[in-house]
Structure formats: structure tokens, C-alpha cells
């Protein structure tokens, strides 16, 4: 198993209900949950907006402690590992993240975004392996001296996943990653995305309130409603007979480019 | 002319730079809603920008007409045309939290526009908005009115924002994506609420958009734009049934759908953008880049 | 997809050419005064007082921007006097940008309790009238250049703190930082190597700010004689000196005046000027 969540609970202080004295009230955001990712899978992380589909992905990759609960990486408890223990394994689990504008540093180069976490983990040749990276989500390689900003926003989200690959990593969060993208480069990326995953065999939990794009791309999925796991199912089976009414509710809700679908 | 807003040959370029609409020609019937549709940066929300007269200072019209109800807007003086949109027009804007005053209570940003510029009084601007908030379903108007943005979610600022563009009866709404903010369930009962709303006063709908699901479900007729320029103009059946242009069948293609796993998602050929392109350079070879 | 948007290029800044242009030239004057200066501005000749400027009756040719009360050169003295302006400039503007930065990063990129520390710091210190506060505390270490640059530095760290801190803060929001830690970067090497460039303009705009902050301070202290030593020649202890005889002798007090002007207009011209210039990220 790559990854096994057991009755993973989180709380964050509600800094806008803060008394004068004493500690902030919390919010639960992620209610116990309980799931597994094998190795080589890719699961699909879907729910609105507030299911707390972001927070667990956080929470997974431990930028964020779980309040109970375990989170188990490939048989290591990371559940509440301190940073330093943590950091010479996060090279093994990366992330893509939602909005490539913010999460490329606005003031280095391209090359020197790719390169930056390969120095930090003692990778020979980053330059080698910058070009490489890029050649594999199809950019050319004089964009390693370029700036995100002169970039178009499905070159920066391939920038995005040229970080991520460049690590080798054994497992990719991809967090909204083709939400703020047109649909004609929402369908190169996840194309890019599928091929990589096939190619390095990577194990992937794509997060999305899109269920036609999980649908495109995962094989197993997981819906989230208010920071509980409401359905887990295979793509086909859920697709096929859907058992949770939010599910359901969801499913209904979403405009097909089809002026015969019963919608409204 | 038929139809209660006409653009012909609308041409829009950065002072002293490029094209950003390229000759748009559309018409948007009385009662009809009229989708524009377009990748970021192909112009679409500049169409409702340049007929509303708030395109950005670095802009400015080239060439062209915008008749609204049978009269040239470029044609009166900036003081006249401001008036008669004021009078005939509004907008549900894309960003619910943006679009209305954090320091001000709901109540008196939706009667501002009916006392200030029409010059209701405040009783019956009052009156009018509490039987829009009722209609656009809002639970407990009174209430409401009282509250500020913030202690509202952002569906309930949306159903605010349409109340309140429908509250002097306009003629013509320009919706700029309305709903890309929101969740997909709360998108489709705002989606409803803005076809039930439309219908039921007769408004004629400007509707930008990038998913063509969206328009599938509110449209009468559609406009897809490339690079500011129109590449097709269709009845919103036919174009979904045959797209003409080779581009809005690529658009079709690439929009997912979860029906159909297999045949959605498909990348935009580079022939097609070569198509287009090519057509966007043979109007500027044609027109100058004016 | 055609941009039209990628076509508008950047004017190159006027101000940050005339700006830079003034500071240089103040620059030299600091530097070679010894040689350039026409006089010494030391020299008091009883028989040339209150000379006018050179294109008035009565003027003294040497003497080009006229003489005080003592006949002392104006134009010499205000030559000399960019020296002492220049110094505390640099000295004390780059101290407190360093001190105030330093203590912003860390409170704005750590949050918890260094940031509650140094923030209340930050509260109790703009409690203090600064005016007040600076004369207090030349009172205490007194008069001298050093005491100056000292009482700068701690009068003013909190500029740079607050707005650092500030900045930090909403950088520290951004996914760039969320994914340094993912690649596995130290706390602190993050702060050096996501946040700080990111916050580089800012402080350099502040900076050039608190440089030309630094040099009006420093007049005002000379104004109320709580600078150095009389009888070097300082902008605010001739703008004292002027406004006793301005309505006989205007230009002891103008010329001065001019020089402090131009020179904090120019500090915080170059700041922005710099700030468009080389900033990468069209905003």
C-alpha cells in the first residue's frame, strides 16, 4: 500500500471567532476518514467546495498534522513526524498544485524552479535533469530561462509537473491542477498527466470538483461531503449506479455540452 | 435590424498596440439569451465591456456599431450613452465578492441605483427590493437587507447580485460568467434562477462563458470567439448537434463530460489552430490592425 | 492563443534618471568637497556677511550662492554639508532597513511566538512621538554622528518591520512556499531563498525611503542643535541659522532648503523609479 488513512480527524483554530483570552474554537474539517491507495493506483479525490478535499490532501503530504487518526506512507506512520524527520522522505511523495501562478516563486526562472529541489536532494546534474524534465511534459528546454509569468497558464502548470516528476517521486498529488485552466489545455495536461503516470509508474491522487474529469483519469474514487467519505467506489461502478445521494446530487448537477441532457 | 442589441464590425485594439476584438458582429434578440463563448483572453468579456462603455482605459473602439433598440450607442455623446445604459442595462458580474461594497448593508446597494439614478423614492425602492430578494429566493428578505456581504455565502451574494440587476427592469443583462465561482450545485440553482428570471421578465440575455455546458443549458443562440474574433454565430441546438467551424467542434471535443469518458478531454489539433490563426491574420491583412 | 497584452513594453523611468542623477551628483559633492568647494566653509570674514548670490547687486564673485551672517560661503557649506547628509543616509538607513527586515521576515514567515514578540515590540515603540523620542535619546547618549545613526536606527526599525512583516506574511500564503516544503527545504532556507527575494522590492523602495527619512531627521536635529558639533557645516543647522535672517538675507535659508528637498524627493523617486525598473513581475 502506498498510502493508508485511518480515521483521520483535523481540526484548524477559527481565528475569526477567537475570544479576547484563550484559545480560538476549532473547526473539524476532516471527520474520520478511512481509505487506501495502492500502489500504482490512481485515485480520485472529489467533493465541493469546503468537503475538505484540499485539507486531506495537505494533511497527506503533511504540510498540515492530522489532529488523530494515522496517515501511513508506504509502511512509515508520517502521521506526526517532525519536518526534520519528514524531509529527506518528501522527496518521495510531490505535489501538483491548484493555481500554477502561486505556486511558481514569481521571481526565479523556470530552470531554477525545477532545479531548486534536486540540489536539495543531492540530485548529480540538475541542469541534465531540468532539460529532461521539461522535454518530458513536452516544454522546450530554453524555457528554463524564463519567468512564470511569461508563460501561458497550461505551460506554467507544466512547469508545475515538471517540478514534481523531476524527483523521481513514488506518489503525486495533483490538487485542482486543470480547474483554472482553458478546456483545450485542461485536455493536454491531463493527457500529459496520464502518460507520465503510465510511463514512471507513478501512483497518483488527483483531487477535483470536476467528476468528468476524474472520470477521464482515475480508476478508483473517493467522494468527500462535509469532511466525511460519503461513497468509495470504482470509476465504472460509480459512474454506473451511484449510492450516495450526494453523489447523486452531484452527478445531476453538472452541465453536459448536450442541449438534450434533462438539467434543469 | 431585428433584435434589441446589434453589433456590427465592432473592432476594439490597445491604444497604440494590437486587435482585441476583431470586427465581433452579433445580435441578441429581445427575450433571447446569447452566449459568448471563448478560451481566457479571446475577448469574450470585452464584448459586454465595450457595450456597457467600461472597457479598461488601455482600450478603445476602433470601428463599429453597437445599436441598442434601434440606436447607435458610438453615435450619442459620452453623457447621453451613459445614460441610456444606465437606464436600459445591468450586469450580474463573475466575482460575488467583489461586486458589492463589504461596508455597506445589502439593503441600501440594491435601492441605490433605483433612488439615485431613477429617482425612485426610498419607500418604493425599498418596497421593489424586498420582492426581488423574495423572488430570487432569498429566505427572510427583511433580514437580509439588513445584513452586510460578508455574513452570506456565496451563492446567496450571487441570487443578491441578480435581484439587484433586475431591479429597474432593464432591457438587456449582460451576465459575465456568473457562476465560475461557485460549486456545480450551487451553479445550476444559480443558473436556474437567472433562466427562470430572464424568462419571466423578458430580458434579453448577454451570456459570457467558457463551458459550453453552461450554455447548453441557458442559450438560445451562441457566438464562439477566437482571438477576438467571431468564428461562429449559431442557433445553440444546431451548433451542438453540427458545429460549422472546424475550432468549435475542437472546443465541443475538448469540454469533459462524464458520460462519454472516452471520447472527451480531446486536445485542440494543432491543424485547427493553424485554421484559425490563419483566418485571424487574413482580417488583420484585410482590415489592418486597426 | 494570441495575447495582444504581451505587446506593451515598459517606459524607462524620467524619474529614476533625474532622481539618480541629483544622488550622484550629491554623491560627488560629499566625496570630493575638499576640492571642489570654492571656500572653506569654516572661514568667517565679519566683512563679506550676508553676501547675496552671484547674480545680485552686490554679490562677491567666489561666492556663489552668497554668505550667512559670518560670511561664510553658502554654496561651500551646503557641499560639506551633503557629506554628513550622505553618511547617515547610507549608514543609518542601511542599519535599520537591516534591523527592521530582519525582524519583519522573521516575525511575518514564523508566525507564533516570534511574531507576538516582536509585533508587541513593534506596538509599544509607535507609541512614541519619534520627534520626541529622538531628541530624548540624543539627550541621553548625546550629540555626535554616531548618536545620530543610533537614534535612527531605533527609531525607525519598526517602518521596516511593519510593512515586512506585512508582505511576508501574504507571501508566506502562497503556494511557493507550501512547495518548497514539499521539495524538502528547511524553514529557514526557505525564508532566505522564496520569501526574501519576493520581498526584495519592498524593502529596496523602503529603503531608499528610510535614506532620505534618515537625512531629514538628521536636519532636524541639527535645527534644534542636538546634531554634531556646531561648527561643521550641516543642511539643518544652516536652515536654523537662515530662518533668524531670512528677511535680510533669504538665501542662507533657501538654498539649503532646496538641497534637503531635492534630495529626500530624490530618495523616494529612486525607490519606486527602481522598483519598475527591475522588478520581473508586470503587476
Known amino acids: 500500500m502506498m498510502y493508508q488513512i485511518r480515521d483521520l480527524h483535523l481540526s484548524l483554530p477559527d481565528m475569526t471567532r477567537k475570544p479576547l483570552l484563550g484559545p480560538a474554537p476549532r473547526i473539524n474539517i476532516l471527520n474520520g476518514l478511512s481509505f487506501d491507495v495502492p500502489q500504482g493506483a490512481v485515485l480520485g479525490i472529489v467533493g465541493g ?131 483554472g485552466l482553458d478546456v483545450s489545455s485542461q485536455a493536454q495536461v491531463l493527457n500529459l498527466l496520464e502518460e507520465l503516470v503510465r510511463e514512471l509508474g507513478l501512483t497518483l491522487a488527483f483531487i477535483s470538483h470536476d467528476l468528468s474529469v476524474i472520470r477521464r483519469l482515475c480508476s478508483r474514487i473517493v467522494v468527500l461531503h462535509q469532511g466525511k467519505i460519503v461513497e468509495e467506489a470504482e470509476t465504472a461502478a460509480l459512474f454506473d449506479a451511484p449510492q450516495a445521494e450526494y453523489t447523486r446530487e452531484l452527478m445531476r448537477a453538472i452541465p453536459l455540452p448536450d442541449p438534450d441532457q434533462v438539467w434543469i | 435590424m431585428s433584435g434589441y442589441l446589434n453589433i456590427r464590425n465592432l473592432s476594439v485594439s490597445l491604444r497604440g498596440g494590437g486587435p482585441i476584438l476583431r470586427s465581433v458582429t452579433l445580435d441578441v434578440a429581445a427575450g433571447q439569451v446569447h452566449g459568448l463563448v471563448g478560451e481566457s483572453g479571446a475577448g469574450k468579456s470585452m464584448i459586454g465591456k465595450a457595450v456597457l462603455g467600461t472597457l479598461p482605459r488601455a482600450l478603445q473602439i476602433t470601428a463599429g456599431e453597437i445599436w441598442l433598440d434601434g440606436q447607435d450607442l458610438l453615435k450619442l455623446s459620452p453623457g447621453q450613452r451613459r445614460h441610456r445604459i444606465g437606464a436600459t442595462t445591468a450586469l450580474i458580474p463573475q466575482d460575488p465578492l467583489t461586486a458589492l461594497n463589504p461596508s455597506r448593508r445589502i439593503g441600501p446597494q440594491i435601492t441605490r441605483r433605483l433612488v439615485d439614478i431613477l429617482g425612485w423614492t426610498k419607500a418604493a425602492a425599498e418596497a421593489r427590493a424586498l420582492e426581488l430578494l423574495a423572488e430570487v429566493d432569498i429566505p427572510d428578505p427583511r433580514r437580509v437587507m439588513r445584513t452586510y456581504p460578508h455574513e452570506l455565502s456565496g451563492g446567496m451574494r450571487q441570487r443578491i447580485l441578480i435581484a439587484s440587476a433586475f431591479a429597474a427592469e432593464p432591457k438587456l443583462i449582460i451576465a459575465d460568467e456568473p457562476t465560475t465561482a461557485l460549486d456545480v450545485t450551487v451553479q445550476k440553482q444559480i443558473l436556474r434562477l437567472i433562466a427562470e428570471m430572464q424568462a419571466r421578465h423578458g430580458t434579453a440575455l448577454l451570456f459570457v462563458t467558457h463551458d459550453l455546458g453552461v450554455v447548453s443549458k441557458v442559450c438560445d443562440s451562441l457566438s464562439v470567439l477566437y482571438a477576438g474574433k467571431i468564428v461562429e454565430n449559431a442557433r445553440m441546438r444546431r451548433f451542438f448537434m453540427h458545429p460549422i467551424h472546424p475550432y468549435s467542434a475542437a472546443l465541443l471535443a475538448a469540454t469533459p463530460t462524464y458520460t462519454n469518458p472516452q471520447g472527451s478531454l480531446m486536445p485542440v489539433p494543432e491543424s485547427v489552430i493553424e485554421t484559425v490563426e490563419q483566418e485571424v491574420t487574413a482580417h488583420d491583412r484585410r482590415w489592418g490592425r486597426r | 492563443m494570441r495575447d495582444a497584452r504581451s505587446e506593451l513594453t515598459r517606459p524607462i523611468g524620467v524619474r529614476l534618471w533625474l532622481s539618480g542623477g541629483w544622488l550622484m551628483l550629491l554623491a560627488c559633492a560629499a566625496i570630493f568637497a575638499p576640492w571642489i568647494a570654492p571656500q ?38 551646503i557641499l560639506y554639508g551633503a557629506r554628513l547628509a550622505m553618511i547617515v543616509a547610507l549608514v543609518a538607513g542601511t542599519l535599520t532597513c537591516l534591523i527592521g527586515a530582519s525582524l519583519g521576515l522573521i516575525a511575518g514567515f514564523y508566525r507564533g511566538w516570534p511574531d507576538r514578540i516582536i509585533s508587541r515590540f513593534v506596538d509599544i515603540w509607535m507609541a512614541f512621538p519619534p520627534v520626541l523620542f529622538a531628541i530624548l535619546l540624543i539627550a541621553v547618549l548625546g550629540t555626535g554622528l554616531t548618536s545620530i545613526i543610533i537614534a535612527i536606527v531605533i527609531i525607525d526599525w519598526t517602518r521596516f518591520a511593519r510593512v515586512i512583516r506585512a508582505e511576508a506574511l501574504s507571501q508566506s500564503a502562497m503556494d511557493y512556499v507550501a512547495s518548497a516544503q514539499v521539495a524538502g527545504r528547511a524553514r529557514f532556507g526557505t525564508m532566505l531563498t522564496e520569501i526574501l527575494p519576493n520581498v526584495l522590492p519592498t524593502i529596496v523602495a523602503l529603503l531608499t525611503l528610510e535614506m532620505g527619512i534618515a537625512v531629514i531627521v538628521e536636519a532636524i536635529l541639527s535645527f534644534v542643535n542636538l546634531s554634531i558639533s556646531t561648527d561643521s557645516p550641516t543642511w539643518g543647522g544652516m536652515i536654523a541659522e537662515g530662518r533668524i535672517s531670512v528677511h535680510q538675507a533669504w538665501w542662507v535659508l533657501v538654498f539649503p532648503l532646496i538641497t534637503l528637498f531635492l534630495t529626500v524627493l530624490s530618495f523616494s523617486q529612486l525607490g519606486e523609479g527602481l522598483k519598475d525598473r527591475f522588478d520581473p513581475v508586470l503587476r
Open chain 1, 49 to 179: 467546495s469546503g468537503s475538505g478535499k484540499s485539507t486531506l490532501g495537505r494533511a497527506m503530504l503533511r504540510l498540515l498534522e492530522p489532529t488523530s487518526g494515522s496517515i501511513t506512507f508506504d509502511g512509515i506512520d508520517i502521521t506526526h513526524q517532525r519536518e526534520a524527520e519528514l524531509r529527506s522522505m518528501r522527496r518521495r511523495f510531490q505535489m501538483i498544485f491548484q493555481d500554477p501562478m502561486s505556486s511558481l516563486n514569481p521571481r526565479r526562472r523556470v530552470g531554477g524552479i525545477i532545479a531548486g529541489p534536486l540540489k536539495l536532494h543531492g540530485f548529480d546534474n540538475p541542469r541534465a535533469r531540468v532539460d529532461e524534465a521539461l522535454d518530458m511534459v513536452g516544454l522546450p528546454r530554453s524555457f528554463a530561462s524564463r519567468y512564470p509569468h511569461e508563460l501561458s497558464g497550461g505551460q506554467r502548470q507544466r512547469v508545475g509537473i515538471a517540478r514534481a516528476i523531476a524527483l523521481r517521486p513514488d506518489f503525486i498529488l495533483a490538487d485542482e491542477i486543470v480547474s
Open chain 3, 40 to 77: 572653506d566653509p569654516l572661514a568667517q570674514d565679519l566683512f563679506l556677511g550676508r553676501m547675496p548670490p552671484f547674480w545680485e547687486n552686490g554679490s562677491e564673485a567666489g561666492f556663489w550662492l552668497g554668505t550667512d551672517s559670518l560670511g561664510r560661503d553658502v554654496l561651500s557649506r
